[in-house]
């Protein structure tokens, strides 16, 4: 049977059709408008960054066979990771790396982390530490890790996608000490393990919750894509890892904010909501190099405003947030890849860097710098007064 419209139905389906038309096109325009806001205090939301806890990765995520010229000019490189990595093993596989690392067999923790991925399917909810324990004995004969997992298909994307997360956060490197014959003078120790820090200054309380993947909504809605350390106004921040000031300055979203990016390039680390009148410390500009532990600023409420310098939020927190880089493709816009840090940071609380504070400047420093022979040729020179670094006890 045939359905006969007259005139004025068939015009009254076609404006309807073509209002669905526009609005689609419009709600499309505004989002990739959206998703393109450069360093928002609260990035826009990606598939990459919000995909929930998964098993072993897809192979679209990164190349697992010889790749043709054309692909490897394309994307051959890591487009997705979910970075689920409990603190518990964070804290048992660097203890392994630190107790193997002048052993002839040393069992690096991304490697364990890795092996740990493929074991649990990339969810470290099912973690045991006699995994860990089973794969120590595995590598007893002087296996590595790398050979045991030699025909796994997932380890190397683990391998890669942890080494861009924690890369730098682990190593040798030498730091002043307090001098055990004078209080009053300082001494440098060789030492080697955790070389990041948590951004809460020593002497300074905060808290937190898993806050990432929430929903936000000032000036349009999106997921919240960081890790919110909730504390005092005023509170010194400082630098988790070493890097160069690559943002700087006023956001409507993340208020006074910096964002560093790392010596290796691979993370970006975004600090946001910065104080009011006195957001940095003393020297922190666009484009300079800093050290992990370093004083970078000051934990305040800016943000969620379009009028400068101005107190648009709630309550007072540093927002922290690490974006992951493989490609500088993936740098701004909606291929964007940042992780959750609430474990992270959780597990940093064990490394804090020590401040005092100069009453006539009004500025915090550190207490004991950092030499690492990873930072720049500037920022690893010792000075002459300390000789050669004692061995760490």
Sequence with gaps: MKIKLDKKASRAIFISVCAVLLTLTLFLT???????????????????????????PATTQTQTTQPTTEETTKAAYIKWVSFDVSESALEDTLWLDIETHTAENHISWIDSLSYLACKNGGNFKKYKKRQLNEMYEMLSDGTTVDSLMADNKYYTFYQKAYGAVLGGMVGEYKKEAPDPADKTKKILVEKYGLKAYNPIAEGFHFSHSDDFGN?????????HLGNDLVGSVGTPIVAVEGGTV????????????LGIRSFDGKRSYYYAHLRRNHPYAKGIELGCVVKAGQVIGYLGMTGYSNKENYNGMNVPHLHIGMQLIFDESQKEGINQIWIDMYALMEFLKRNKASVERNEEEKEY????????????KELRQIPPAYGKAAAEP
């Excluded at 929903?215 to 997921?223: L, S």
């Excluded at 420093?365 to 720049?376: G, H, K, T």
Aim: hydrophobic content about 40%.
């Design 30 to 56: 505004a989002r990739v408008i959206r998703l393109a806001v450069n360093r928002a205090g609260e990035p826009a939301p990606t598939r990459e960054a919000v995909t929930a806890t998964a098993p072993a």
């Design 215 to 223: 929903a936000r909504n000032f000036g349009y809605k999106r997921t």
């Design 246 to 257: 690559e943002a700087f300055g006023w956001n409507r979203f993340g208020g006074w904010r």
């Design 365 to 376: 420093y550190r207490v004991y710098d950092i030499y690492d022979p990873a930072y720049p």
